[in-house]
C-alpha cells in the first residue's frame, strides 16, 4: 500500500501563498488518484480538490476554486497543492489522501490512504 508525507505547512499572512506537497511511496505509487482534504478545529475533514490518477481530470471543491490549484509530478510520486490568498478561515490541518478509484475521494469516509496531516496558519 502506498504511503503519504505530506510537507509545506506553515504560518502565513492573509492575502499570501503558500504551496503544499505530498510524496507518495511504497507499491504502485503512481496508480492511485490523489486529493487533498482540510480539517478546521471541531469541523468535520473536507474535500478540496481531487487529480486523477493520470491526471488528466481535475475536480475542485466550490469553496476554494479559483484560489487552490491541485497538481502533480509523476516522475518524483509528488502531488501538489497551490493555495493563493489565503485567508484565516483557511486556517486548518491539510491532508492528503490517496485510493485507487478517484470516485472515493469526494468524501472522507470512503479514502483508502491518508497522510499524516501539515498545519497552515493564516494570521496577521
Known amino acids: 500500500q502506498v504511503q503519504l508525507v505530506e510537507s509545506g505547512g506553515g504560518l502565513v499572512q492573509p492575502g499570501e501563498s503558500l504551496r503544499l506537497s505530498c510524496a507518495a511511496s511504497g507499491r504502485g505509487a503512481n496508480d492511485y488518484a490523489m486529493a487533498w482534504f482540510r480539517q478546521a478545529p471541531g469541523q468535520e475533514r473536507e474535500y478540496l480538490a481531487v487529480i486523477s490518477r493520470s491526471g488528466s481530470t481535475i475536480y475542485n471543491s466550490n469553496s476554494v476554486k479559483g484560489r487552490f490549484t491541485i497538481s502533480k509530478d509523476d516522475a518524483k510520486h509528488t502531488v501538489f497543492l497551490q493555495m493563493n490568498s489565503l485567508q484565516s478561515e483557511d486556517t486548518a490541518v491539510y491532508f492528503c489522501?490517496?485510493?485507487?478509484?478517484?470516485?472515493?475521494?469526494?468524501?472522507?469516509?470512503?479514502?483508502?490512504?491518508w497522510g499524516q496531516g501539515t498545519q497552515v496558519t493564516v494570521s496577521s
Open positions: 489522501a490517496a485510493d485507487p478509484k478517484a470516485s472515493n475521494l469526494f468524501q472522507s469516509q470512503t479514502v483508502t490512504v
